[in-house]
Structures are given as C-alpha cells and as structure tokens.
C-alpha cells in the first residue's frame, strides 16, 4: 500500500507580497457580492463532536460546501467573482456596485455587451463558470482533461457552455482555453492557476473562496471556538489553499493556526517544492491519474505558492485510499454527528487527520503537527458527489480500501 508522505516547511520566506490579495477587506468585498446572488446561503459547518471523541481531538469542525448555490461544489464562489470584477474593471467601476440584480439587468448588456470566458476543469470550477456566464447572459468554453467523468461534463453542458474532453492532462486544458482565448475578440481566461503574467483575475477567483473561509470563522465563533488550532486544507494549483491559508493568516496576524496543505500523489508538486527546500516551484507533469480530479493539478498557482511557503506549517503527500477513507467516515460518522456526503477532493482531510490519530505508523507526523486531545481542527469538503457512480464505488462497495 502507498505511504502518506510529508515535509515539515523549512523553505525560506519571501516578502510576503501575495498576503494582501487575502485581505479582510477584499475577502469582505467578495462575501458582499456572493451576499447579492438569491441563491446564496451559508453553507453548514458539521459539528463532529462524537468524530472528534473518538479520535482523540478536542474538536472536528467540517465546512460542507455540497450546498452551494446548488452546484454540489465551492468552485462557484470565484468564478463568479471574477467574472464581476473584470466587468467591474472593463467598465472603470467598483466591484461593489456589480450585484448580481445589475449583472443580470438589461442595462449591464447595453453597458457591456457580451464575452467569452475560457476555462479548463475537471468539473467543479468549469460548472461554476458555466452558471455563472449562463445566469449573467456570457458565454463560456469549458475544456476537461482526459479521463473526466460523463456527469461533471453533462452538468456543464447543462448550462448552456461549449464543453469538450480532451486528450491531455489538466495543465495543457489550461494552456489550450488560454489559446483559445487569445484568439477570440473579448475572449477571457477564467482560471484558478496563476503564471507569470496572469495573476489578476486567480487572485480575484481565490477573494472569491475567501467567502467560504470568512463563514467558517463566523461559524466557529458561534460554536464557541474564537481560533481553530488547526486547519487541513487540500490543494490541486493551490488556489483553494492559498486563499484559505491567506485569509486566516491575516485574520489572526499573531498566531495563525497550524496549517496543513495536502495534495493527491499523483499531483504532489507543493510537497515536491517543499522537500527541495529551495522556495522554488516544482512541477509534475504525465497522465495524474487519481481519484481525487479536483487536485489532479501539476504546475502550482504562483500566488498561492507564495502565501503558502511564508505561511503553511507542513506539507502532506496523500495516496488515494486517503480520501476514500474520509469518504466512507464522513458518509457514515459516529452516531449523533452530522453525515456529510463528501466526494473524493472533498475527503482527504478528513482520510488524513484519521489516518493520523489512529495509526501509529504515522506518530512522527501527528506529534509533529500537534495533533491531540486539546486540537480544534478545521477542514473543508470542497464538494459532494459530484461523480455519483464513483461516489457509490467507494462508499457502497468499498473500492480503494485503506489498511489498519
């Protein structure tokens, strides 16, 4: 059986350039625009008391995004706002006055007109950008990777967007939709992974995550927890870990909690950087085959890679009986707990800090991260079911089975 690998951060830090994207103030201008859309809702935090008894922790807190705005996923929250602040920005305008109400109006196609938003996905991201153009009257172009499932493609194509699969892996889906686009009047590239010359509208898209974390805190708060200890947050480019790790690393300045960054490892280039030691990025490239699509992601977001290094306490590289593990105990969890549906990038949080606190195969790791009786651990399932044949593959029939 494949071995969970990690690396402690010892990478030397850079000026910290890239922790104001994450700013409460612009993560607040995002959690205002989301506030806008009728269809928004908080999403729940699962209180898993008896889960965290049973583990051995003071507390396991999980943020279930299965409900946003319908869409089994996050992924909505920053395509939609970066599609409003590049409106925002073509029309010399502040993102505060883009309301869903204007974004939808008859005046914002005399103003504006229509685009075309490029995006490649293995599903989550390129549904939320294909709502998103759909709801506001823009077009979109989804490109998948090989191997992408039939229903992430359908429900796509069910918004009214040109979606293909292709014969290459995610990192070329995103080099082809940025082609594309360059080639197309008022062609736009809507991708969560930032490059040398392309990081204005990622890190509009990862202000636009900010909204899930900024609920989190809220919700922890009413839970009586002013600070979670820990946070377990899983990375594909890193886009969803950078905003995560930046906004709590500006929202308690002091004393950020344990941060612990996990990867699929088939995927692994953060972990791979923080081996090297080096502060440089790695990149893996091949077929990235894995269950877990959402973090079949080679080439790091550049943006977060900074945030991460200055601020992220360790680095996990996860096989994935890791995340069908989660699956099954977020699926069926102590009696009392809140069931959370939770598919195969939405787990591994969960796969790994149970991992953790059972096997003490992995001690070294758990005491190294500080994981025990007093920890209040906080990690989010990214989405539900949103392949139900493999969903059920694992939860019902047990595929990818982890060992004691």
């Given at each position: 059986?494949?071995?969970i690998k990690w690396a402690a951060n010892r990478m030397p830090k850079s000026g910290d350039r890239q922790l104001g994207v994450m700013s409460l103030e612009n993560v607040a201008k995002a959690r205002k625009f989301h506030r806008s859309f009728p269809q928004y809702s908080v999403t729940p935090l699962a209180r898993l008391d008896n889960m965290a008894a049973q583990l051995g922790l003071g507390g396991l807190f999980v943020k279930d995004e299965s409900y946003r705005f319908g869409l089994n996923a996050f992924k909505v929250l920053g395509g939609s706002f970066a599609m409003a602040r590049y409106i925002a920005q073509q029309l010399g305008r502040d993102v505060s006055e883009m309301t869903?109400?204007?974004?939808t109006s008859q005046k914002l196609r005399d103003e504006f007109g229509q685009a075309t938003f490029f995006t490649a996905t293995d599903g989550n991201h390129g549904r939320g950008v294909a709502w998103a153009a759909n709801r506001l009257g823009q077009k979109a172009v989804v490109h998948m990777p090989k191997g992408s499932t039939k229903p992430r493609f359908d429900n796509i194509a069910a918004e009214g967007a040109k979606v293909t699969i292709e014969k290459v892996n995610y990192d070329d889906c995103v080099r082809m939709a940025a082609?594309?686009?360059a080639?197309?009047?008022?062609g736009v590239v809507v991708q969560d992974t930032a490059w040398e010359g392309y990081e204005e509208i990622p890190a509009w898209i990862m202000q636009g995550y900010g909204t899930m974390a900024s609920e989190a805190a809220e919700q922890l708060k009413e839970a009586g927890v002013d600070r979670p200890t820990h946070i377990f947050v899983q990375a594909g480019v890193g886009s969803l870990a950078g905003a995560v790790q930046g906004y709590f690393a500006n929202l308690f300045p002091d004393c950020t909690p344990t941060t612990v960054i996990m990867e699929a490892q088939?995927?692994?280039c953060l972990y791979k950087g923080a081996v090297a030691c080096d502060g440089d990025l790695r990149i893996v490239d091949g077929d990235l085959r894995t269950i877990m699509a959402g973090l079949a992601c080679g080439e790091p977001n550049t943006i977060s890679w900074d945030i991460l290094k200055n601020h992220s306490s360790f680095f996990v590289s996860c096989p994935d009986w890791v995340a069908?593990?989660?699956m099954r105990m977020l699926a069926a969890p102590c009696r009392g707990d809140r069931q959370v549906v939770s598919g195969e990038s939405g787990a591994v949080g969960m796969g790994l800090v149970a991992t953790l606190m059972?096997?003490?195969?992995?001690?070294e790791l758990r005491e190294a991260i500080g994981l025990d009786k007093n920890s209040r651990v906080l990690m989010f399932s990214t989405e539900g079911d949103t392949d139900p044949e493999n969903y059920r593959r694992i939860v019902w029939d047990g595929a990818h089975p982890s060992a004691r």
């Open positions: 059986m494949e071995q869903y109400e204007y974004l082609a594309e686009a080639e197309t009047p008022r088939a995927a692994d069908a593990k989660g059972e096997n003490d195969d992995y001690r």
